[in-house]
């Protein structure tokens, strides 16, 4: 009975600390219950949190690849355009070259510009168009190429190289007069020699814009310009009538206001 009893007493024992492993064990830091083999999940989410930082830094990985990548993709196509433009301007001195022969050649060879004429006061006289391009230095319509040739040229006035631009915009009208790009080329080209000081060539060039390209929306700038150029050239008459041009035909336009100023101006 005494063995008995010693183990009755032993398993009395033994019997809370078999129960309070089974107890739920209360986590105030999360609000909520574990048991006592929630260290396993435990393990396998810290398992799990390796491997999604893994895929994150491969995905950066890829995506800095496809970055230098595009970069380089890019750096070749400027490359590119930079040898397009350089290869236009070649063209525009070559035709501007070819012209220039063909004018100097042969007497009956019409001059790309419009003979400079005077009206008695010393005042441009230049609204007449400038005659057709002849023989080989029209082409035909392409509108990718005349856009490229256009910005090349337009590229050089950002530049201010000023003598190339005159080149291009010249070499662009006689090539594509019929351009959508032609009347803005035919105005910047005036822009160009008026950079250059160049007030007879600078007139003559926005005289062709309301001549050649009527109802051009560059055609109120180059009749103020035109007015501008008569003004310092000390035609005053003949700049006041410009003046009154642009405010009749184009009242509306920041043109218009810059008229109506330099109108005040000389009395």
Do not use: C
């Amino acid at each position: 009975m005494k063995k008995g009893h010693r183990g009755y007493l032993l398993g009395l024992a033994l019997l809370p600390l078999s129960v309070a492993a089974q107890v739920p064990v209360y986590d105030g830091s999360s609000g909520g219950y574990q048991s006592g083999q929630s260290s396993a999940p435990a393990s396998s989410q810290s398992a799990a949190g390796l491997s999604l930082e893994g895929q994150l830094m491969q995905q950066l990985y890829q995506l800095q690849q496809e970055v230098s990548m595009l970069r380089g993709l890019v750096e070749e196509q400027e490359h590119r355009i930079k040898q397009m433009e350089q290869n236009q301007l070649d063209q525009y001195q070559d035709i501007d070259r070819r012209l220039s022969a063909l004018s100097s050649g042969s007497g009956q060879t019409q001059s790309p510009t419009a003979p400079e004429t005077s009206n008695g006061d010393g005042a441009i006289d230049a609204r007449a168009p400038l005659p057709a391009p002849v023989g080989d230095s029209a082409a035909p319509a392409d509108p990718a190429r005349e856009k490229l040739m256009y910005e090349a040229a337009f590229d050089l006035v950002k530049q201010r190289d000023f003598e190339k631009a005159a080149m291009a915009f010249s070499a662009f009208v006689r090539r594509y007069p019929n351009s959508e790009y032609a009347g803005n080329a035919q105005y910047w080209l005036g822009e160009v020699y008026l950079a250059q000081s160049d007030l007879q060539s600078a007139g003559k060039a926005f005289a062709q814009v309301p001549a050649r390209y009527p109802g051009h929306r560059k055609e109120a700038d180059a009749l103020y310009k035109l007015a501008d150029v008569e003004r310092r050239l000390g035609n005053s008459q003949k700049a006041r009538d410009l003046y009154q041009e642009v405010l009749s035909k184009h009242p509306n336009t920041s043109a218009a206001q810059l008229a109506r100023r330099d109108l005040e101006s000389l009395g």
